[in-house]
């Protein structure tokens, strides 16, 4: 296989780069959209090689029958867990307010308070492979567990309530979920309307899943005691480059880094040599995989089968 790299983003206005290539490799931060697509299947290509475990920025449904799309459904996701895990110590601790200050000799405690994980309530919505981990993370803390999932996973001794009943019941949120059309908002104003006085919400899934203005204003509002967010709705043209010389044109996100009870950091919570490894292995394995089995990867997202990552033909043949 040759590879050839462009530091552009995959979108409609780049898509033309991909002319004279069998296969297309992307990331999160790419826009695979119907017309994209459309353009990639007239320049003869025939794959799309997600380097990440999400698609919510790929047209699966508009890709199926010209362009075949696969993904690397879980490249570490103990990383994730533990940077979700990292976010509310650092938060709930104010390790980072603590960190500037004796960088500057200021040794004051005022304002550094706390509180203890022991024993406060924590509501996971998605129990999947990352969520069940930072589920066995808490435990460990000794915290207490709910959880939501649309498909709870089975004798898992999770103790699974309705979203509303969560929303009401935690002290921290935690989202370890897929961004779809059923998830977008799922935390908006109606939800934070249910939510305890103080709670602390932790996004390291997607940034759509969350209402970022209703976000704001339940923080403004002092309902939302903190936010941790490796993630937001509009990190497509703001993550991954540097832009410490410019104004930041998302009024939005600037205010939300400006609160004192907010951490950003931008999409890194997969940033480990672990899983960087993972990526790199299993996403040279799908390319192959299919170029090299007539179609069939084991990693493949089709839209025929309803579950997108379920396969009906148990993955002995090509979908189309």
Request: net charge negative; glycine share 8%; aromatic share 8%.
């Given at each position: 296989m040759?590879?050839r ?6 979108n ?14 992307v ?8 017309v ?15 380097r ?8 699966v449904?508009?890709a ?22 990292a ?24 304002g550094?308070?706390g509180f ?28 207490k ?47 934070i ?32 005691g903190a ?16 832009r410490s010389?410019?104004?930041?044109n ?24 672990e ?24 990693n ?7 579950n ?13």
């Amino acid at each position: 296989m040759q590879f050839r790299f462009f530091e552009t983003k995959l979108n409609e206005d780049t898509v033309e780069l991909a002319k004279g290539s069998d296969a297309v490799c992307v990331f999160v931060n790419d826009s695979v959209t119907a017309v994209v697509i459309a353009k990639l299947y007239e320049y003869g290509v025939r794959m799309v090689a997600l380097r990440s475990s999400g698609y919510n920025n790929v047209d699966v449904q508009a890709a199926f029958g010209k362009v075949h799309v696969v993904h690397v459904p879980a490249y570490s996701p103990y990383a994730v867990a533990e940077h979700a895990i990292a976010l509310l110590l650092t938060s709930i601790r104010r390790i980072h307010k603590a960190y500037n200050r004796t960088r500057e000799f200021n040794f004051s405690l005022s304002g550094l308070t706390g509180f203890d994980l022991h024993g406060k309530t924590v509501g996971v919505i998605g129990t999947g492979k990352i969520g069940r981990i930072f589920i066995d993370i808490c435990r460990g803390f000794g915290m207490k567990l709910i959880a939501y999932d649309a498909f709870p996973a089975k004798d898992s001794g999770i103790e699974y309530v309705s979203l509303e009943d969560l929303f009401r019941k935690s002290d921290i949120i935690s989202l370890h979920c897929p961004l779809t059309d059923g998830t977008k908002h799922l935390i908006d104003e109606n939800a934070i309307r249910l939510m305890k006085k103080g709670v602390v919400i932790v996004n390291t899934s997607r940034g759509g899943l969350i209402d970022a203005e209703a976000l704001l204003n339940g923080i403004k509002e002092r309902k939302i005691g903190a936010a941790c967010l490796d993630v937001y709705e509009e990190e497509a043209d703001i993550f991954f480059e540097d832009r410490s010389g410019h104004i930041l044109n998302d009024e939005l996100l600037s205010r939300l880094i400006s609160m004192p009870n907010v951490i950003v950091t931008s999409h890194q919570a997969f940033l480990t040599e672990e899983a960087l490894n993972n990526i790199a292995e299993t996403t040279v394995n799908n390319i192959r995989s299919y170029f090299s089995k007539n179609g069939i990867c084991d990693n493949e997202l089709c839209y025929r089968c309803g579950n997108i990552e379920e396969c009906k033909k148990d993955r002995k043949e090509r979908c189309f």
